[in-house]
């Protein structure tokens, strides 16, 4: 089965950093991605990572390690904005991502 | 151009309907999904398929059917509608296996 985890909630300030982190225990891997959700809308892709390291793209950095079973998303200079839900996928390499349950990051001025 | 629509954004039903919803892709993907997002958010995966076969049946009730009339079409049909149904129900395509999805803006369907 799929097993993978997430914080349910965050909240901080507008300009600061915020990590989300997502731990996964999946049957195969074939890569990791990272979806915003405005409410009431799509889930739009933010990041991809199939080998360990950092991937960074603009305010948003993504982290994996393969061993750990650990991946974070980093947002820097949060702005009003990215108050959204963020969404933790693992590819298993069957023709399915398999989803966290999301991550809510509320931004504050 | 949407690169995934899928129509109609609301459904509002009673109990015991049926109801179609349908998807079209114009992004030449040979993948494409039926996902519910339920109360909780949590995303999870109905149907795929690929150049129109079926290759993943998730545990869902017999009412649920998709049909696959191309690679660019996937509709989902549900028979008998419950409460339990109402959820947002997300189409989404993908190239390959290894790709990630460009999903649809969503059916919000909910059951009276």
Same mark, same amino acid.
């Given at each position: 089965g799929q097993n993978i985890d997430q914080p349910t909630e965050m909240t901080a300030t507008e300009g600061a950093i915020v990590q989300i982190n997502c731990t996964y225990q999946t049957s195969g891997f074939n890569g990791l991605f990272w979806y915003q959700q405005h409410a009431g809308e799509a889930p739009t892709f933010l990041s991809y990572n199939v080998l360990d390291g950092l991937e960074e793209k603009g305010r948003f950095s993504s982290f994996l390690s393969r061993s750990k079973g650990y991946s974070y998303l980093l947002l820097k200079?949060?702005?009003?904005?990215?108050s959204a839900s963020y969404l933790c996928a693992v $590819? $298993?390499?069957?023709y399915k991502l398999s989803f966290g349950a999301g991550t809510t990051v509320t931004v504050r001025a | 151009d949407t690169a995934v629509s899928q129509t109609p954004k609301y459904l509002v039903t009673q109990m015991g309907n049926d109801k179609s919803i349908k998807c079209e892709q #114009?992004? &030449?993907?040979d993948t494409m999904y039926w996902y519910k997002q339920d109360s909780k958010k949590f995303l999870k995966i109905m149907f795929s398929y690929n150049n129109k076969e079926l290759i993943i049946n998730e545990t869902?009730? #017999?009412r649920f059917s998709p049909k696959s009339p191309d690679k660019a079409h996937l509709n989902l049909h549900i028979n008998?509608?419950?409460? &339990?149904?109402?959820a947002v129900y997300f189409c989404a395509s993908s190239q390959g296996s290894i790709y990630g999805y460009t999903f649809g803006s969503g059916t919000r369907l909910t059951v009276v």
């Open positions: 200079e949060l702005q009003m904005k990215d $590819n $298993n390499g069957d | #114009n992004l &030449g993907h869902v009730p #017999n008998s509608l419950e409460l &339990g149904d109402s």
